[in-house]
């Protein structure tokens, strides 16, 4: 009789391990997902509030050239046509064109204009603005794999016709 109630306790022993092991390992299951949730959540968010950003920062820069084309269409339309770098706090475009732009605002975006004559009528300049950046989902650091794009056509509108 000893001996059997030593078995029996030995069992139930083993049992109590088996299921606080099982618990242990569910527990770490529910952790894990939530904290896949909570950093997915977080990087979409990130995500929102880079891309909110990255539209304001080109309707800047769009609203900017559309000045800058008002005040002063002879100059602005001499520009030679290709990129330009459009830092923050700057007002308008100058110089000439660039091959590529570092990040330029927050040190994290890369504004950029593009200047071009294509699809815009005879006369007018398309100003076309884009916003770049990148983050973890991006291939690497410099790999800007997200961005906000605004353009616009762009005419004299102070020239008086001839009769």
Known sequence: MEIYLSQVLRRQIGQGLIEALVA?????????????????????????????????????????????????????????????????????????PVTSCNKNINNLFVRSVDISTLNCGTGARKATVTVAWSDSKCANDTDYCHNALLETCLNNINSVPTP
């Open 24 to 96: 242990l390992g569910a527990a770490v299951i529910v952790i894990s997902t939530i904290a896949v949730a909570v950093i997915t959540a977080v990087s979409n968010s990130d995500f929102s509030k880079n891309q909110n950003l990255a539209k304001t920062y080109a309707e800047q820069g769009l609203e900017s050239i559309r000045t800058q084309a008002r005040n002063d269409w002879a100059s602005f339309s001499t520009l030679a046509v290709g990129q330009y770098c459009m830092a923050e706090g700057v007002s308008e475009v100058s110089g000439g």
